[in-house]
């Protein structure tokens, strides 16, 4: 069992910068592979970057690519998602979750644990 719990989240104005922190128990973190997700009001969840366990493979959503950065702590158990140059429209409910094995997946239904979400506004 992996908890995860999100940190980081706000009101920032277009053009800023936020951090996400997404802090896991358990003593195998680098044998997961973790992903950052988010959902807009009215929208569904979608897809904004994951890492492998050894942090060696990124991949991020077309959407976000260029001003996030992921990164892993595994000493930590610590994700992390760097967030510049923000828009109105990354507006959403940020959540960290993880999966059962070190390789990447873009797909939510591949991830077995999840965070609560933390918030994140984009005032124009």
């Known amino acids: 069992q992996v908890q995860l719990v999100e940190s980081g989240g706000g009101l920032v104005q277009a053009g800023g910068s936020l951090r996400l922190s997404c802090a896991a128990s358990g003593r195998t973190f680098s044998s997961y592979a973790l992903g950052w997700f988010r959902q807009a009001p009215g929208k569904e969840r979608e897809f904004v970057a994951t890492?492998?366990?050894?942090?060696?493979?990124?991949f991020y959503a077309d959407s976000v690519k260029g001003r996030f950065t992921i990164s892993r702590d595994n000493a930590k158990n610590t994700v992390y998602l760097q967030m510049n140059s923000l828009k109105p429209e990354d507006t959403a409910d940020y959540y960290c979750?993880?999966?059962?094995?070190?390789?990447?997946?873009?797909?939510?239904?591949?991830?077995?644990?999840w965070g609560q979400g933390t918030q994140v506004t984009v005032s124009s």
């Open positions: 979750a993880a999966r059962g094995s070190p390789t990447v997946r873009y797909d939510a239904n591949r991830y077995d644990y």
């Open positions: 890492i492998s366990g050894s942090g060696n493979t990124i």
